[in-house]
T-cell receptor
Framework: DTGVSQNPRHKITKRGQNVTFRCDPI?????LYWYRQTLGQGPEFLTY????????KSRLLSDRFSAERPKGSFSTLEIQRTEQGDSAMYLC??????????????FGEGSWLTVV | SQQGEEDPQALSIQEGENATMNCSYK?????LQWYRQNSGRGLVHLIL?????REKHSGRLRVTLDTSKKSSSLLITASRAADTASYFC????????FGAGTTVTVRA
């Protein structure tokens, strides 16, 4: 399977605990995105990387959230001191970047987080 | 901010019928993409239409784009039960901005 891979697929954690999600993008893709999606809503942009550089962070990404892409390949999204409001599906996506061209963005299957 | 807004919010059709959903957006775009999402799963890319294109086909899918009206439509012809899903449009500058989607139910 050469698609975007995310794990774990499901995580149940107690409020206050830290959780980390991993994303392995399509190998030749230099851009990597994180989105969050709650029930009945479309995905909301959190942050994106071009290679190892984090180029933008949404205001949704509070100080408890941190994302890294240390070698420009896989990425991790860590949520510290989880709150019930963090319960959502966290989607990773990747794409190549071409100037002045449409860049198809491919999504993984998502990581479901339930904070109890 | 949410750029793409889909209409209707929900659509129920009989197998074999066509399904049409619309998307409106607010600002200039380079391209617009349509995605499908089955319940609890990730998003599957369906089609990308560039701002200089007016219509695009892919199998049973037909997408139109009217940049003067800032709108797009997705037509699924001869629907199947497997088409039951939520459909999202998203505009792309360097990231995607999604609406809440159209939930399509195809009845057997």
């Amino acid at each position: 399977d050469t698609g975007v891979s995310q794990n774990p697929r499901h995580k149940i954690t107690k409020r206050g605990q830290n959780v980390t999600f991993r994303c392995d993008p399509i190998s030749e893709h230099n851009r990597l995105y994180w989105y969050r999606q709650t029930l009945g809503q479309g995905p909301e942009f959190l942050t994106y990387f071009q290679n190892e550089a984090q180029l933008e962070k949404s205001r949704l990404l509070s100080d408890r959230f941190s994302a890294e892409r240390p070698k420009g390949s896989f990425s991790t999204l860590e949520i510290q001191r989880t709150e019930q409001g963090d319960s959502a599906m966290y989607l990773c996506a990747s794409s190549t970047h071409r100037e002045n061209s449409g860049n198809t963005i491919y999504f993984g299957e998502g990581s479901w987080l339930t904070v109890v | 901010s949410q750029q793409g807004e889909e209409d209707p919010q929900a659509l129920s059709i009989q197998e074999g019928e066509n399904a049409t959903m619309n998307c409106s957006y607010k600002t200039s775009i380079n391209n617009l993409q349509w995605y499908r999402q089955n319940s609890g799963r990730g998003l599957v890319h369906l089609i990308l239409i560039r701002s200089n294109e007016r219509e695009k086909h892919s199998g049973r899918l037909r997408v139109t784009l009217d940049t003067s009206k800032k709108s797009s439509s997705l037509l699924i012809t001869a629907s199947r039960a497997a088409d039951t899903a939520s459909y999202f449009c998203a505009t792309n500058d360097y990231k995607l901005s999604f609406g809440a989607g159209t939930t399509v139910t195809v009845r057997a």
